[in-house]
């Protein structure tokens, strides 16, 4: 019994210094998994940049243009000296807001029997705000810039999500493998078809 007396009294006298530690852990982790709404910027995919074969004619702003609106995107400026051109679309989409995880605290108790010594303080660790999160409309704005050199080609593609109110809920590189390919295939196949037409003028040479 002096023994059980001792180890509660000790645990009464600490339950402070227990307390901190418990509240301290909580919120390390609640820093470690909550999400950022802007994510990190990755490097733009391999495929964005490529190379038209020797065969084919020097790629123009014009056909970089017209490829662009035929994938729904509304030319901004095309800079023929530089040979730059910047588009944009919109697209509308679904935010879902991801609430940051709340520590909650609530109690237990540790105690004896028979007489013996009693303490009320304890703590019990649990998050709020875990689900999915509140479902927002939103739009997807692309912002995608194409620079030719030549046969050179070069394709950087922004990607940002705004709230129905017109706040930036998301932004991230949209520089992947999927839109570069797609849009490499398409301007390679503009570029076949001006060599096609080319080759009748030059037989009548």
Not at 22 to 42: F, H, R
Not at 94 to 101: F, G
Request: net charge neutral; charged share 20%; proline share 4%.
């Amino acid at each position: 019994m002096f023994q059980y007396r001792k180890f509660t009294m000790f645990l009464a006298r600490h339950m402070s210094l227990l307390v901190m530690l418990v509240l301290a852990i909580m919120l390390a982790g609640c820093q470690t998994n909550a999400s950022p709404p802007l994510a990190a910027q990755s490097a733009p995919h391999a495929s964005c940049d490529w190379a038209l074969p020797d065969s084919f004619s020097p790629m123009t702003v014009a056909q970089v243009a017209a490829a662009l609106e035929s994938e729904g995107f509304e030319v901004r400026a095309a800079e023929s000296g530089i040979g730059l051109v910047s588009a944009e679309r919109s697209s509308p989409t679904v935010y879902y807001d991801r609430h940051t995880p709340r520590p909650s605290l609530g109690g237990f108790v540790l105690g004896g029997s028979g007489g013996g010594f009693s303490s009320g303080v304890g703590i019990s660790v649990g998050m709020d705000g875990m689900g999915r999160g509140e479902r927002e409309d939103a739009t997807l704005i692309e912002q995608v810039s194409v620079r030719v050199n030549g046969r050179q080609v070069q394709v950087r593609r922004d990607m940002r999500t705004f709230g129905w109110r017109g706040e930036l809920k998301a932004s991230r590189d949209g520089s992947d493998a999927v839109f570069c390919q797609s849009l490499r295939s398409l301007l390679t196949k503009q570029a076949a078809a001006a060599l096609v037409e080319q080759v009748p003028a030059l037989q009548r040479q």
